[in-house]
């Protein structure tokens, strides 16, 4: 998974959470890697857990309009997140496994980071001016 300029958000905090998750994804998929899969998709789960509390806090702290829409994208990535995860931990790194983090993962976060992320985010730079 690339990490491209076109992603970042122009907050660090939030910048630096998505590209860890980016390099973890990396690993996950990274066939040299099967033996740490569960590793890796446990490690995801807190980071997602934890990345998606601090957006939250960042956005009630400044006070963002949309914060409550924002919190249930990311409430609804949680639970897709976890049936994969339960499915990724009993199957193991399978070809139709890893599609499924290619488009649920991947797909999904690179369409939250361009579209909800980047809204958020021009918001609160303009409020914290």
Not at 41 to 64: C, P, T, V, W
Request: hydrophobic share 35%.
């Amino acid at each position: 998974m690339l990490w491209t300029k076109s992603l970042e958000t122009g907050i660090a905090k939030i910048d630096e959470q998505h590209k860890e998750l980016f390099r973890q994804i990396d690993m996950l998929l990274d066939p040299k890697n099967t033996n740490r899969h569960a590793e890796v998709i446990n490690f995801l789960d807190g980071y997602i857990a934890k990345h998606f509390s601090d957006e939250q806090r960042m956005q009630a702290d400044s006070k963002y309009p949309k914060a409550a829409a924002h919190k249930s994208y990311h409430d609804g990535y949680i639970v897709s997140f976890r049936k994969l995860k339960e499915t990724y931990l009993k199957e193991g790194p399978t070809a139709q496994n890893n599609m499924a983090v290619n488009k649920s993962v991947v797909g999904w976060l690179k369409e939250h980071i361009l579209v909800h992320d980047k809204e958020f985010a021009e918001y609160y730079r303009a409020v914290k001016k």
